[in-house]
């Protein structure tokens, strides 16, 4: 199976304590925070990553370079401006072999497992499959929405503050959907998943209880470090 990290942003809410990396490779006890999320990858199956890369992506491809020393063939898509989500999928799937690919953040941990992504596409025939996780309290994101396993509902806001799903920010997407992306800067989250649920096509996806942890603001980075310390990170 393949992976597309995405890497290519600026983590600005990260550069008072990270300033000289792009935010994925700020490090944890000696390694960047992405080997912890390629080491989850591999431990299911994926044998191929696409680095999706931008802001000081010339790292990335010097620590990990064609990818054997960590169990994995690297490669790696460039943007030249920044792209979106969307836009940076797109860039990526050009180096993509497969008809499928897992997509996800290179600044996210999350431990899952990922072939129920795999078995509930093929189960449900699904163009799109995504992790959601549940949070005590909506009103702060956007509410993904499952009847069932199919996805009925992307990004709506609440103003009431209770308890939910939203989306966890890793798919498993086909490779004819991405073809639908248009070319530049495309947000997925904002433009392309609201336009699929338009459209009906097969989206679905599964809620996950797993750890879970976005190192976008420096005290959630210390907390993953300490995290890794005691162990809770296998």
Excluded: C
């Amino acid at each position: 199976m393949e992976a597309i990290l995405l890497a290519g942003g600026l983590g600005t809410r990260l550069r008072s304590v990270v300033s000289d990396r792009p935010k994925p490779m700020a490090l944890v006890e000696g390694k960047p925070f992405m080997e912890y999320v390629i080491q989850g990858l591999k431990a299911h199956g994926v044998t191929d990553v696409i680095f999706a890369v931008g802001y000081k992506g010339s790292m990335v491809e010097e620590y990990f370079q064609d990818g054997s020393a960590f169990g994995i063939r690297a490669s790696y898509a460039y943007e030249e401006e920044l792209l979106g989500t969307a836009g940076a999928i797109k860039n990526a799937a050009r180096l993509m072999k497969g008809d499928r690919v897992f997509v996800l953040n290179a600044d996210t941990f999350y431990q899952l497992d990922y072939s129920r992504l795999v078995s509930l596409m093929d189960e449900q025939k699904l163009d799109m499959a995504l992790v959601l996780r549940k949070v005590d309290d909506i009103s702060r994101y956007g509410q993904a929405v499952l009847e069932g396993s199919q996805l009925v509902g992307f990004n709506e806001k609440s103003e009431e503050a209770k308890p939910g799903t939203i989306n966890g920010g890793v798919y498993l997407i086909r490779k004819e959907l991405i073809d639908h992306i248009p070319e530049g800067k495309v947000s997925l989250e904002n433009e392309m998943i609201p336009k699929w649920l338009k459209e009906r096509r097969p989206l679905g996806g599964f809620v996950n209880d797993g750890y879970f942890i976005d190192i976008g603001i420096p005290e959630d980075y210390f907390r993953f470090m300490e995290d890794v310390k005691q162990g809770k990170i296998g």
